[in-house]
């Protein structure tokens, strides 16, 4: 059974790992990849501090894992693998050590057909992944209200600061570039002021 899994859920989850190389699959619609890829790179470096780039799968196999083994950055978003046969996903999974590196780890971003395949034919990658495969849900909040007014409480507890304090020092260019701080954007709907 995949757990369906919001925007918000997935930069948590991501955010809260320890610093190691951990790798996750997200399965959407061919629809929604594009704008989903977009999101993922523009806010995880925010909620996570790591650089992070996209990699196209289109490009082959042996190509994709090239780029994968000389990119600086600590995140990577593989996608693109909607034309990927049999053989390719045995080639990845046979690959799949390579993804065992020293960065901070990445997301495959598949479609349902991809990911059937995925399990079908990288049997030693799904099971790297282990519980870590989810159904992504477009336009659902993670967080309700009470959830994020407590979530937004520990934030001000933490800094000793208040959301116009946050808000202000944003316009301004003068907030730290820890993480909680774009989180906190994010919590009031400022996401706007993120990387100002």
Same mark, same amino acid.
Do not use: C
């Given at each position: 059974?995949?757990? !369906?899994?919001?925007?918000?859920?997935?930069?948590?989850?991501?955010?809260?790992?320890?610093?190691?190389?951990?790798?996750?699959?997200?399965?959407?619609?061919?629809?929604?990849?594009?704008?989903?890829?977009?999101?993922?790179?523009?806010?995880?470096? @925010?909620?996570? /501090?790591?650089?992070? #780039? %996209?990699?196209?799968?289109?490009?082959?196999?042996?190509? =994709?894992?090239?780029?994968?083994?000389?990119?600086?950055?600590?995140?990577?978003?593989?996608?693109? +693998?909607?034309?990927?046969?049999?053989?390719?996903?045995?080639?990845?999974?046979?690959? $799949?050590?390579?993804?065992?590196?020293?960065?901070?780890? /990445?997301?495959?971003? #598949?479609?349902?057909?991809?990911?059937?395949?995925?399990?079908?034919?990288?049997?030693?990658?799904?099971?790297?992944? /282990?519980?870590?495969?989810?159904?992504?849900? %477009?336009?659902?909040? =993670?967080?309700?209200?009470?959830? $994020? &007014?407590? $979530?937004?409480?520990?934030?001000?507890?933490?800094?000793? +600061? !208040?959301? *116009?304090? @946050? *808000?202000?020092? %944003? &316009?301004?260019?003068?907030?730290?570039?820890?993480? &909680?701080? /774009?989180?906190? +954007?994010?919590?009031?709907?400022?996401?706007? +002021?993120?990387?100002?």
């Amino acid at each position: 059974m995949i757990t !369906s899994i919001s925007l918000d859920e997935i930069l948590q989850r991501i955010s809260t790992y320890p610093q190691s190389n951990i790798w996750l699959a997200i399965v959407a619609n061919n629809s929604e990849h594009q704008e989903l890829i977009q999101d993922l790179e523009e806010i995880l470096s @925010i909620f996570t /501090g790591y650089n992070v #780039v %996209a990699i196209s799968g289109q490009v082959g196999i042996k190509q =994709l894992n090239h780029q994968i083994q000389n990119v600086s950055e600590e995140f990577i978003i593989i996608f693109g +693998l909607e034309d990927w046969n049999q053989e390719d996903w045995y080639n990845f999974d046979y690959f $799949r050590s390579r993804l065992n590196q020293e960065k901070h780890g /990445g997301v495959l971003i #598949v479609s349902p057909d991809s990911a059937k395949m995925m399990l079908t034919y990288a049997p030693n990658f799904v099971s790297w992944l /282990g519980s870590r495969i989810y159904s992504f849900q %477009a336009g659902v909040e =993670l967080l309700t209200d009470e959830e $994020r &007014e407590k $979530r937004l409480e520990s934030l001000r507890e933490w800094s000793g +600061l !208040s959301d *116009i304090e @946050i *808000i202000t020092k %944003a &316009e301004k260019n003068q907030l730290p570039s820890d993480p &909680e701080y /774009g989180e906190w +954007l994010l919590l009031l709907n400022r996401e706007d +002021l993120i990387g100002q």
